[in-house]
């Protein structure tokens, strides 16, 4: 590496936090791609900036990586040292050796007749099959070891950018974590929670439901226990709902159901699935099973389930059960403004347009402008 990081920003390894991101500042601002119509050069000046300056920026990477840099140089001075040292009984090439001390003294060779030559039959090399089961053996070893430490540094690497992406998600820091997330998929690719993670920020917070159904999917590829694939199946009906799927929150809700059958949101989601396509008496059903299991949760979802089951009444012509239900919701949400209009329209059903146009006058004073439209049209003009 030609540069290093304290290069790159232009500070010295002494430098203080402060000064650091100073310096990444001013670089970052100009080596933008933006300011040089998108130049190959500066995006690689901008890409290394913010390398060193993810490195730097991080006291304890930035501890890593000065102890880094000390460890190289110690080697580079060991290096220089051993090229500057030479043993002095070394043998110099080009400079010739001494003579020696006294002469050696040398019998005659000996003559045809002294030697005695036996020729040695050339053997050839066999190569068994045990040699080749060795050298498999051998080669598997090594593809087994390395294979192993590759999978556990990208486990290690995966784990490590997913602890990052749930602190910023702690934080609201919905860009950071998304982008923590999608690293830990990187080395990971079947990391359930990172998927299921960065699913919820495109559903909830980028309004992606094609994203956060992509991501769902493969999450519950990976996902065995039942409770958390109902948990999936349940974001997944919820992405179509915003989709207007009504087929596809129907088959998923219904899958969430058969893992965990006491879901409340999940027999909700069936049940708006069930009443959109016109079957109004299996909606009812499920928006009674899913009162049964409601009490543990919020009191909105409770509301819901009264609200579309008094609908599926209403449907049904049995106007005493959806007032009832109305009304109900309105013990806990007094300023629901779409439930006035809903009463309004069960006066309607039943000849009462006195008490119609009064709760129509309700709905709108709670601001559902549905109401005003309808109240002009049934209503007298005072």
């Not at 890593?64 to 030479?86: I, S």
């Not at 950071?176 to 919820?200: I, N």
């Not at 006491?262 to 708006?272: D, I, K, V, Y």
Request: hydrophobic share 40%.
């Amino acid at each position: 590496m030609s540069q290093n990081h304290y290069q790159i920003l232009g500070v010295a390894p002494t430098a203080t936090a402060r000064e650091i991101k100073l310096a990444y500042k001013q670089l970052a601002i100009k080596y933008h791609p933006d300011k040089h119509q998108g130049s190959p050069l500066y995006e690689d000046l901008f890409k290394a900036v913010a390398a060193a300056y993810q490195v730097l920026g991080d006291a304890n990477r930035r501890a890593q990586y000065d102890f880094q840099l000390q460890v190289a140089a110690r080697r580079a001075e060991e290096a220089r040292r051993q090229q500057q040292f030479r043993n002095q009984g070394q043998r110099v090439y080009g400079v010739p050796m001494p003579p020696p001390a006294a002469p050696v003294r040398t019998r005659r060779p000996a003559g045809s007749f002294e030697r005695h030559y036996r020729p040695r039959p050339k053997q050839r090399a066999r190569f068994t099959r045990r040699d080749l089961r060795l050298i498999l053996l051998l080669v598997g070893a090594i593809a087994l070891f390395v294979l192993s430490v590759r999978v556990s540094m990208y486990r290690i690497t995966a784990a490590s950018n997913y602890q990052r992406g749930l602190a910023a998600y702690a934080r609201h820091e919905w860009s950071g974590a998304h982008s923590f997330f999608s690293e830990a998929l990187q080395f990971r690719p079947d990391y359930a929670d990172a998927l299921r993670r960065r699913g919820e920020i495109e559903e909830l917070f980028y309004h992606n439901p094609t994203a956060a159904i992509a991501d769902y999917q493969a999450a519950l590829a990976q996902t065995t226990a039942p409770a958390r694939r109902a948990q999936l199946l349940v974001r997944l009906s919820l992405c179509y709902r915003a989709l207007q799927r009504p087929d596809q929150v129907e088959v998923f809700a219904g899958q969430a159901l058969r893992q965990d059958s006491t879901l409340a949101r999940a027999r909700l989601l069936h049940g708006e699935a069930l009443l959109f396509t016109h079957r109004y008496a299996a909606a009812h059903r499920d928006f009674t099973a899913g009162l049964r299991h409601a009490p543990g949760e919020p009191a909105y979802l409770a509301a819901r389930l009264l609200l579309y089951r008094g609908l599926a009444s209403y449907k049904t012509q049995d106007l005493r059960a959806a007032r009832a239900d109305y009304w109900q919701v309105l013990a806990t949400f007094p300023r629901y403004g779409q439930v006035y209009f809903l009463l309004g329209r069960i006066a309607q059903q039943e000849g009462n347009p006195r008490e119609a146009c009064e709760f129509f006058r309700r709905a709108v004073v709670q601001g559902y402008g549905f109401a005003q439209r309808v109240r002009d049209e049934v209503c007298p003009t005072p």
